[in-house]
């Protein structure tokens, strides 16, 4: 019998499904994430029937990583979640997205490009809010 790693648990706890509109997923569980790390002591709390993107990057990098990867999908939830929720400073809410993909094993490469990513275009999703 195969062991599940804690990560692996904490994926099969996310119970999402995709809506109608392009690149939107629903939340059909809460969920909750504890991020220990040595920069924060936190608990996100995503309410049944959130909506979110997972990872929206443009489509010229789709060739290099898919923005569906389950690699992401924790960091994209909270970071997501976050954004919408504007409880803490966007700046904030990024470094959180870069905590998580650290403890998620997201390629570093990857995990860069994607905080990098959201570092210099986020503002345009944080003012829609």
């Given at each position: 019998?195969?062991?599940?790693?804690p990560?692996?648990?904490?994926?099969?706890?996310?119970?999402?499904?995709?809506?109608?509109?392009?690149?939107?997923?629903?939340?059909?569980?809460?969920?909750?994430?504890?991020?220990?790390?040595?920069?924060?002591?936190?608990?996100?709390?995503?309410?049944?029937?959130?909506?979110?993107?997972?990872?929206?990057?443009?489509?010229?990098?789709?060739?290099?990583?898919?923005?569906?990867?389950?690699?992401?999908?924790?960091?994209?939830?909270?970071?997501?979640?976050?954004?919408?929720?504007?409880?803490?400073?966007?700046?904030?809410?990024?470094?959180?997205?870069?905590?998580?993909?650290?403890?998620?094993?997201?390629r570093?490469?990857?995990?860069?490009?994607?905080?990098?990513?959201?570092?210099?275009?986020?503002?345009?999703?944080?003012?829609?809010?």
């Amino acid at each position: 019998m195969k062991t599940r790693t804690p990560l692996e648990s904490m994926y099969s706890r996310i119970k999402i499904t995709p809506t109608w509109n392009k690149n939107e997923w629903v939340l059909l569980d809460e969920f909750i994430y504890y991020l220990w790390s040595k920069w924060f002591k936190d608990r996100i709390v995503i309410p049944e029937g959130f909506i979110f993107n997972w990872a929206s990057i443009p489509r010229v990098f789709h060739i290099i990583w898919t923005p569906m990867g389950q690699d992401t999908l924790i960091a994209s939830l909270c970071h997501d979640y976050l954004y919408s929720t504007q409880d803490i400073p966007r700046a904030d809410a990024d470094d959180r997205f870069n905590s998580i993909m650290l403890l998620c094993d997201v390629r570093p490469i990857k995990r860069i490009m994607y905080y990098i990513w959201v570092r210099l275009w986020g503002w345009v999703a944080w003012r829609k809010k």
